[in-house]
């Protein structure tokens, strides 16, 4: 929901250019407002009066060892519940000035509703406290395969590339790097092993897009189907008739000295495995690279104009090749989080869907490796609370806490991308 108001005309005689359109758009306002009451009126006022909840903040490693925090549960909901509303409306000021809101915002809002629905969650319970530093914890972890995700779409989609296969890139990254770790005895060769297969699937997508130029989205999913018949197949006589051949390996966790011990970041961020600290190597080069280097430019140039960027001398089809290729590597590394790094042995179609969830991210962060992170710690974070509520008993029926990563994600997609627009060439084979 938008309104349009144009700028005065020019007087007459005068030089000065016609100003621009300006649009005002209400979406966020709706979108936000909405939950804000939602808020309200569920975990607000549905809050029982005279009970507490408990959030505990410290672990035993800490440095500093923080008390846990309790609060009366339906005064803390109501005002939670106020302060997104109070930020609504700030959205609708605004939006009515024609200008934007920064990223803080959206954040807050989410911090404050989520603050209310865990203390809803928890209020009541006696000898139940929320675990903050877990529930973070747990959020950023699942969020791994849905950073790597999104990052290989990015890369793929930077150069023109649609890539729909990312499901089947975490899944072949997954069945791959749980053979070779239990064929070796070792976890860590198995993540070696992982960007292989991811690549693999990228380089059938890469060739079926850009030399027979087949519709990408269609061989996208069809690679999806693909690789889960399989690993399905391969999984039921290869490793049913070899159990030595799917054993659930572990990487441990690598406590970063000092930092580790911060209190709520430090287990956070400090104390994971080596998939994790990767992650954090990967944005950051591949933020860099894209928009701080030469070959970002050109990646880019193949992803917007891919004729003007042929007569300057770059090799169209070659770096949509490369970059597939080396978005399938990522997605593929990011699957082996669902076996040698989580110490899982591995299952039929287990990547349930992420591939899709890491696609969404990756619209929601508007193309950005940044943005992408951002996007998909908010449906890591969806994941993890749906797994909290299951473990304090919350009253919700379970299916409904199923769903919640899913929600996330068509909530997001639908109220938050607004018209951020993809790359001119996305999805247009190039022909000579």
């Not at 209400?26 to 006022?45: D, E, K, M, N, Q």
């Not at 410290?58 to 109070?86: G, R, W, Y």
């Not at 000021?93 to 928890?122: E, S």
């Not at 791994?144 to 989609?157: D, H, I, K, N, Y």
Request: charged content about 10%; aromatic content about 8%.
């Amino acid at each position: 929901m938008s309104t349009t108001a144009v700028d005065a005309p020019a007087a007459p005689g005068s030089s000065a250019p016609r100003g621009p359109q300006r649009t005002k758009s209400w979406r966020a306002t709706i979108g936000l407002g909405v939950v804000a009451l939602l808020s309200l009126l569920v975990f607000g006022l549905g809050t029982p009066t005279g009970v507490e909840t408990t959030f505990r903040v410290a672990t035993s490693t800490d440095f500093i060892q923080l008390p846990s925090l309790t609060v009366p549960a339906k005064a803390a909901a109501v005002t939670l519940s106020l302060l997104a509303l109070a930020l609504v409306g700030f959205v609708a000021y605004r939006a009515n000035q024609y200008r934007k809101v920064g990223i803080w915002l959206p954040i807050v809002f989410g911090m404050a509703v989520m603050g209310a629905l865990l203390t809803w969650a928890g209020a009541d319970r006696s000898g139940t406290t929320i675990q903050l530093t877990g529930l973070l914890t747990s959020a950023l972890f699942l969020s791994v395969p849905l950073v790597f995700g999104s990052l290989a779409g990015t890369l793929c989609e930077r150069s023109g590339i649609i890539n729909i296969a990312i499901e089947g890139q975490l899944l072949a990254g997954a069945f791959l790097a749980a053979l070779i770790a239990s064929m070796v005895g070792n976890a860590y060769v198995g993540l070696i092993a992982a960007p292989i297969a991811g690549a693999l699937v990228g380089w059938l997508l890469a060739v079926f897009s850009t030399k027979y130029w087949v519709n990408q989205i269609v061989v996208g999913v069809v690679l999806n189907l693909l690789v889960l018949g399989l690993t399905s197949f391969f999984f039921s006589t290869l490793m049913s008739d070899n159990p030595e051949l799917n054993q659930p390996l572990n990487m441990p966790d690598i406590a970063i000295p000092l930092l580790s011990g911060i209190p709520v970041i430090g287990p956070v961020l400090f104390d994971q495995n080596l998939l994790v600290y990767i992650m954090y190597a990967a944005v950051v080069v591949i933020q860099i690279m894209l928009f701080r280097s030469r070959w970002g430019l050109r990646v880019r140039a193949v992803g917007e104009h891919p004729k003007a960027a042929d007569t300057v001398g770059i090799k169209v089809n070659r770096t949509r090749v490369r970059n597939t290729v080396l978005g399938g590597a990522v997605a593929g590394l990011g699957g082996a989080f669902f076996t040698v790094a989580s110490g899982l042995a591995f299952g039929k179609d287990m990547s349930a869907g992420k591939g899709y969830i890491a696609l969404a991210a990756m619209i929601l962060g508007r193309w950005s490796p940044k943005g992408a992170l951002a996007a998909a710690l908010l449906f890591g974070f969806a994941d993890a609370l749906q797994q909290q509520l299951g473990i304090i008993g919350s009253d919700i029926p379970s299916q409904f806490l199923l769903m919640t990563p899913y929600l996330a994600t068509i909530f997001a997609v639908a109220g938050l991308v607004g018209h951020s627009r993809p790359p001119a060439a996305e999805g247009t084979p190039y022909k000579k």
